[in-house]
């Protein structure tokens, strides 16, 4: 159960913002939304997370719906070194065994020229 | 530079063998993490640890093993009982609890650059 929902592909032309939705319609309140990225064979990069105030930082902003059952990541401009596959992720902290990071299949985003 | 480490980078087991995969961090961080990712799929949960000599089963982890001796080391242990072992292999580690106790579990996870394990 990946307990998140994101569109397989997305193109973004460079320099424009991409904005990469997610729906996680089952979260709960304790539960923070990250947000990663994997280029081909590389482990996965680190962009942002947040609970339910939007967040910002040098790499992305984070939207987060006021009912929190879906978020935005947004590049605000898009370069070709930005085509990678983003994965939205919540995490879940279990009583005796401590906390779980699901990912699901990600969104594969295509900065094009 | 701090950071996570795993080796090697490519890896190759005949059938029937027990190959271990490394992964090593410099970041004093308490918990850690393996995930097997298969093509075109995202990363499943194989074991965790949230603390020296303690670790707990993920959602595949039959067919591999674990052990977590010191803080900087937890290697993976892929068995001959594990039928389908190809596959990338990322190992992370994220902050626990402070001295004071504080709760870090909102801290992001940080990921190594894997090991692509192969069936020869």
């Known amino acids: 159960d990946a307990k998140t929902t994101q569109p397989p592909s997305m193109d973004c032309a460079e320099g424009r913002a991409a904005n990469l939705p997610c729906n996680h319609s089952t979260i709960s309140g304790n539960e923070y939304v990250y947000w990663y990225r994997q280029i081909h064979s590389q482990g996965p990069q680190y962009i942002i997370h947040g609970l339910k105030n939007n967040e910002t930082n040098e790499m992305a902003s984070l939207i987060i719906t006021e009912d929190r059952k879906s978020s935005t990541l947004i590049l605000p401009h898009a370069t070709l070194r930005d085509t990678a596959v983003y994965y939205c992720?919540?995490?879940?902290?279990?009583?005796?065994?401590?906390?779980?990071?699901?990912f699901g299949t990600g969104t594969s985003l295509t900065v094009i020229p | 530079d701090g950071g996570i480490t795993q080796s090697p980078k490519y890896l190759f087991r005949k059938e029937g063998q027990n190959v271990t995969l490394s992964c090593e961090q410099n970041l004093n961080h308490d918990a850690m993490y393996w995930y097997r990712q298969d093509p075109g799929q995202g990363l499943r949960l194989i074991y965790y640890s949230q603390i020296v000599n303690d670790f707990q089963k993920g959602d595949i982890a039959e067919g591999y093993s674990v052990s977590r001796e010191k803080k900087e080391s937890f290697p993976l242990t892929v068995t001959s009982a594990q039928k389908n072992p190809t596959a990338f292999y990322l190992c992370a580690s994220r902050v626990g609890k402070n001295p004071l106790g504080t709760d870090n579990s909102n801290q992001p996870q940080h990921f190594g650059d894997g090991t692509r394990l192969s069936i020869l």
């Open positions: 992720i919540v995490r879940v902290t279990l009583l005796n065994t401590g906390n779980q990071f699901y």
